[in-house]
């Protein structure tokens, strides 16, 4: 791949194909990767996963796994149908960088770091570095994602993703909502409503000054829907043959209100 | 290629028996031949280059780059077609390729034929082609105060229906004005064929089409062949619903095949198939129904705006159909309905299952609803005072003279057991779904229900006739017949009737062709089962006949002693007794060509006529939880009553009405094809979103058994109705379950959730 920076990467191939169907991508030479057995798994070390490139979305649904990175685990059941979860990627969904791709909201509200190697070596890039626009990222024709660094649960973790139908479907909009209830934090994050997955950090300030965090309860259950209102704020979506831009930013106060009262219940 | 035989030996299934079909397996396993598997040695591959404006004018088209492209064969343009230069199913107004002017966005402006689809493509991007842009005519509603886009004008027909007393009014009245958007028929199979050229100057195309003999009355002509010249053969068809009533590829796959002289194949990529066929017809309808206090219909006044598109197809049809169905299955005395299709610069609209039929039976039933707020009654029981029975007339006059068991589908609908309540249901099977969004303190159930009717086979006068044909040699009957299987079940009831009335084992399907047969018609309208079932059995009936003949000669006995009893010539004294497929030496052969009653055209100002042949009736019932905040849907359960005549496969007939049912709830929460000013926004299947798995529900059915005499068995046609009446179902449980008023189709998140107006139940 060093001495010849043409060759492209194919992992599930669930984007890669399309597009080659559709002529939009002629390869010359193909690199598989799905013998990359090392890409494949997943480690825990301390309070930190990390999952290969070439974890599919089945694998994910592993109740050790789920139990690990609930949110993931949710969002890689949204994903497509059985036969794209058996073969679909997160490599090949952070590296497509669509603003639909539905493990990123999650891994922007984890503050994910991806791993990315080339033979001038490794470098660690948090994933809102590696994505900079709509399907763009910082990724040089030689550089492969290895891995993904994210936090192991320590709290309440949330994926919520409106389709106009009830599986298989691109989001519309959806909600990354996760919780860190050892250093009291929240981070929650939006796909499907910008050109990049959109972090709501002053909702997440917001919301963490409001909870009571010795319980994991939330005292004012007007917070909800302010949490809701500020998250849909920080949305920038737009009018397409999907939706309307109204109702996108809607969608978001919607499942941000519920996210949060999924995470923590009302009460002192 | 192709191998159309089906040779079946499988336990004998006569009439009545759930039978499986012989090329479920295959499909199910991936190893059924589709058209766009064919191949052939020397093969080329076609393309079509089309419109990116929705109107414009050609000023120049150069197609010297493509022909410097190594590997590529032919470039035709206009110019190249041999005969006739424009086609159509009813007219031929619609060029094969276009000339001095493109009408719609896709339309075909130049082939070509090269040793590898990449090729193919590559020169396709090649040609560089000239256009003066055109405003394009895309709004209906101004169609006929615009500039005509065609040389036969704007106005594509109007129906008008006057039925006795037009200034009748009722005490109550109820008005809505109604849309719905441009469903595709989305088969999975995309337009393809492969054709050959003969080397005599002629042509074998092997193609996925609804109606080989309609397709090749268009063909030869354009090609400026004889008749005998071209040969249509059907390939492996993956679903049509009208979309193969057109031609798409077929004349160019021929231009191509006979310009090269080798095998040259044309197969549609998605975004192709999305501008390659006719849609459904979008619509604009205004609905006014008066009735009595009680309820009772007095009069309905209907004005229903069509979309054709570019060109007429079937459209002139279509919207008689509108307009004879607008009233739905009941009883209406007093009528005043206008329907009218004008044409403009969106793709062309033309047949789909319940062609015309479903988008007034969504206002009609709207209305129903309406009326029967206004009258305090509920909606089963504003249906039942009105629902049309035998021997009624219609709003064109015409006396429904078959099984109208409109009242026993409506009440067999209701009377199916209500599905457990959302709280009983796991989180995805709440609306969203997988995407886990529901809130249950905000989920509201609604529930609906919706009668529709719709005519069987064609109408107006026209003669859809078929033939079939019975050989019986050896034990085995061979049925030959053009009848187009897309997946209907054809080739299951064929070998059931010919086994019920020979009594044999082995059947044997013929592959449909023009060069064995002649037409069978169109897989189209409900009705193959009901024509050419019936031509099938009384081609059986003539062998049946035949083989007692030759018992009586064999064994010096009269005819008439011998009876033919249940695939077995008997005779009285029970001393002959021998299996129709024993009875002769000799091959048997009788080929039958099967004529429906004869119907009459509408009159031109009244609507008035006989016009159809039979009519078929469904009703459905919709159970649905909304998400109120986030207007996503969930059917919950569809049951359904369903006129049948007789099911001669039981398990086919549920295939087609579940198939229907699936169309049907896609029209009203997800199926649609959006455009801007006639430039299709979302031409694949991940944004043109049909039911998955996931969004259908169970379908409760009901088969309602009243045979219709001269009928094959006393069987109607299945494929459509299911489909008119489910979308207003659907639409009515909604707004059951909302408040909401919801005159678009198809309901859309954003029409629920951010509704101005809300009256909360
Ligand atoms: C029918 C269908 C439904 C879908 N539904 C969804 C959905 O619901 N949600 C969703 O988010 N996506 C969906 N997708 C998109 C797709 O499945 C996902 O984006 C998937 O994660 C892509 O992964 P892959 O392994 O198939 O990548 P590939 O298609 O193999 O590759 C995609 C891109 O990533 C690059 N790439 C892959 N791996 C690496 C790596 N390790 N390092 C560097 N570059 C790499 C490739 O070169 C290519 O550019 C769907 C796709 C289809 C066809």
């Known amino acids: ?268 | 290629m192709a191998d159309g035989v089906r040779v079946v030996d499988r336990p004998r299934t006569g009439i009545g028996v759930s039978t499986r079909r012989p090329d479920g397996g295959p499909k199910v396993r991936g190893e059924f031949a589709y058209s766009s598997d064919l191949h052939a040695d020397r093969m080329l591959w076609g393309r079509t280059l089309r419109s990116p404006h929705a109107h414009a004018r050609i000023l120049s088209i150069d197609i010297g780059p493509a022909l410097t492209i190594p590997g590529v064969s032919a470039v035709l343009t206009a110019d190249d077609v041999p005969g006739r230069p424009t086609y159509g199913l009813t007219v031929p107004d619609q060029p094969v390729l276009a000339r001095d002017i493109v009408r719609y966005e896709g339309e075909p402006v130049a082939i070509v034929a090269a040793d590898h689809p990449d090729t193919a493509r590559r020169a396709i991007a090649s040609i560089v082609v000239e256009y003066e842009v055109l405003e394009a005519i895309t709004d209906p509603q101004r169609a006929l105060q615009s500039p005509a886009i065609h040389p036969d004008g704007n106005l594509i027909r109007t129906v008008p229906i006057r039925r006795g007393d037009v200034d009748a009014v009722g005490s109550v009245v109820v008005e809505g004005t109604y849309e719905m958007g441009i469903q595709d028929q989305a088969f999975l199979g995309p337009e393809s064929g492969m054709a050959v050229p003969d080397g005599a100057g002629g042509v074998d195309l092997y193609v996925a089409t609804q109606g080989l003999h309609q397709d090749h009355a268009q063909v030869a002509p354009c090609l400026g062949l004889a008749p005998e010249q071209v040969r249509l053969h059907l390939a492996g068809t993956g679903g049509a619903f009208g979309a193969r009533e057109d031609l798409s590829m077929h004349v160019h796959a021929c231009m191509l095949a006979l310009h090269v002289n080798r095998p040259v194949k044309m197969s549609y990529l998605r975004d192709e198939s999305f501008v390659g066929h006719v849609r459904r017809h979008p619509a604009h309808m205004w609905f006014r129904h008066h009735a009595t206090p009680e309820g009772r219909l007095v009069k309905v006044e209907a004005q229903i705006l069509l979309d054709g598109g570019a060109y007429a197809s079937t459209s002139a049809y279509t919207a008689a159909n509108s307009a004879r169905f607008a009233c739905g299955p009941y009883r209406v005395p007093n009528a005043v309905i206008d329907a009218t299709c004008v044409r403009t610069n969106n793709a062309p609209s033309g047949a789909m299952r319940g062609f015309g039929v479903v988008q007034v039976c969504y206002a009609h039933e709207s209305q129903m609803d309406k009326l029967a707020a206004a009258v305090g009654l509920d909606p089963v029981e504003i249906r039942l005072r009105n629902v049309l029975a035998r021997g009624d007339e219609l709003v064109t006059g015409q006396t429904v003279d078959v099984p109208a068991p409109v009242r026993e589908c409506l009440e067999a609908a209701a009377s199916v057991p209500m599905p457990p309540p959302a709280s009983d249901v796991d989180d995805y099977g709440l609306p969203g779904g997988a995407g886990r969004t529901a809130d249950r303190a905000r989920i509201r159930r609604g529930v609906g229900y919706a009668v529709g009717f719709k005519n069987l086979a064609y109408a107006e006068g026209y003669d859809d006739d078929t033939r079939a044909r019975c050989r019986l040699d050896g034990g085995v009957a061979t049925i030959t017949c053009a009848a187009a299987e897309l997946g209907q079940g054809f080739v299951t009831v064929a070998e059931q009737i010919t086994r019920t009335v020979l009594g044999v084992d082995q059947v044997v399907l013929a592959p449909a062709s023009t060069a064995t047969i002649g037409s069978a018609g169109s897989s189209a309208s409900s009705r193959q089962t009901y024509m050419s079932g019936a031509a099938i059995a009384m081609a059986c009936r003539q062998v049946a006949e035949g083989a007692r003949r030759a018992v009586a000669h064999r064994h010096a006995v009269a005819v008439e002693a011998l009876e033919i009893d249940e695939g077995r010539i008997v005779s009285r004294d029970l001393s002959i007794d021998i299996p129709i497929g024993r009875a002769s030496e000799e091959p048997l052969e009788a080929e039958v060509n099967h004529h429906h009653r004869e119907t009459f055209p509408m009159d031109p100002v009244t609507g008035q006529g006989d016009t159809d042949v039979s009519w078929v009736f469904a009703a459905n019932r919709a159970v649905v939880d909304v998400d109120l905040d986030l207007g996503l849907v969930r059917v919950v359960q569809m049951a359904t009553g369903q006129d049948v005549g007789k099911a001669l496969n039981p398990l086919s007939v549920v295939g087609q009405i579940e198939g229907a049912v699936s169309q049907g709830l896609g029209l009203a929460v997800m199926e649609e094809v959006v455009t801007t000013d006639g430039i299709v926004r979302n031409p694949s299947f991940t944004d043109y979103l049909i039911p998955t798995t996931a969004d259908m529900p169970p379908v409760e059915i009901t088969l309602i058994e009243e045979p219709e005499d001269g009928a094959p068995f006393g069987a109607k046609g299945v494929g459509e109705t299911a489909c008119l009446s489910s979308t207003p179902a659907v639409v009515a449980a909604i707004r059951a379950a909302t408040g909401l008023e919801l005159s678009r189709v198809p309901v859309r998140p954003e029409d629920i959730a951010l509704a101005d107006v809300r009256r909360e139940g």
């Open chain 1, 1 to 268: 791949m060093a001495a010849d920076p043409r060759p492209q990467v194919l992992a599930g191939g669930t984007d890669f194909m399309v597009e080659v169907n559709y002529d939009h991508r002629r390869p010359t030479a193909v690199m598989s990767l799905r013998r990359v057995d090392e890409l494949r798994g997943w480690r825990r070390h301390g309070d930190r996963l990390t999952v290969g490139a070439g974890l599919r979305y089945v694998d994910m649904l592993e109740s050790e796994f789920e139990v690990s990175a609930p949110a993931l685990a949710q969002a890689a059941r949204t994903v497509g149908s059985p036969q794209i979860r058996n073969t679909g990627t997160i490599g090949g969904n952070v590296a497509t960088a669509s603003p639909a791709g539905d493990t990123l909201p999650v891994l922007y509200a984890l503050d994910a770091e991806v791993t990315v190697s080339s033979t001038r070596g490794d470098r660690v890039v948090p994933i809102q570095e590696l994505i900079v626009g709509p399907k763009r990222t910082t990724l040089a024709p030689d550089e492969l994602i290895v891995s993904i660094s994210i936090p192991v649960s320590k709290g309440p973790q949330e994926f919520l993703k409106i389709g106009v139908r009830n599986a298989m479907v691109i989001a519309v909009a959806s909600v990354a909502l996760v919780v860190d209830g050892d250093n009291r934090h929240i981070g929650c994050a939006l796909g499907s409503v910008g050109p990049t997955i959109i972090r709501c950090s002053e909702a997440e300030a917001m919301a963490e000054a409001e909870i009571d965090w010795d319980r994991l309860h939330l005292p004012d259950p007007r917070v909800y829907e302010t949490f809701g209102a500020m998250c849909a704020a920080a949305s920038s979506p737009i009018d397409d043959h999907r939706s309307t831009s109204r109702y996108r930013r809607h969608g978001v106060y919607v499942l941000a209100t519920r996210a949060l009262m999924r995470a923590f219940e009302p009460g002192a």
